[in-house]
């Protein structure tokens, strides 16, 4: 779904904005998470395990951050949240390419 398609503009921006008005302020947050993963996988669904792995890692990593006094220590935790990230994005954009490349090197059949 496109941002400038007719369903975003006349159903999903409808519905979330309506619900995003209605809930409690608490469930704010929940709710702009879940809507934002919503349409995430409405045009990719394949990459929702990765996006929520990426969650889960910098939430985890944030808040082992609020509770670290050291600044030496806090700069190492943000540069490996750093590179995690980066890994899974790299294995997310290339894997399949790596694959295909290995299969065709051994003379395997393809994956897919």
Do not use: C, H
Request: proline fraction near 6%; glycine fraction near 2%; hydrophobic fraction near 60%.
């Amino acid at each position: 779904m496109l941002f400038t398609s007719i369903p975003f503009i006349f159903y999903f921006l409808p519905i979330a904005l309506s619900l995003y008005w209605i809930v409690p302020a608490s469930f704010k947050n929940a709710l702009l998470l879940f809507i934002s993963l919503t349409f995430y996988a409405w045009g990719a669904p394949v990459l929702l395990v990765p996006m929520l792995l990426v969650i889960m890692v910098n939430y985890i990593q944030g808040r082992r951050l609020e509770d670290v006094t050291n600044p030496v220590y806090k700069k190492r935790m943000v540069k490996v949240t750093v590179v995690l990230n980066l890994v899974i994005m790299l294995f997310v954009l290339y894997f399949d390419r790596a694959a295909l490349a290995v299969t065709s090197w051994f003379g395997l059949a393809p994956l897919s």
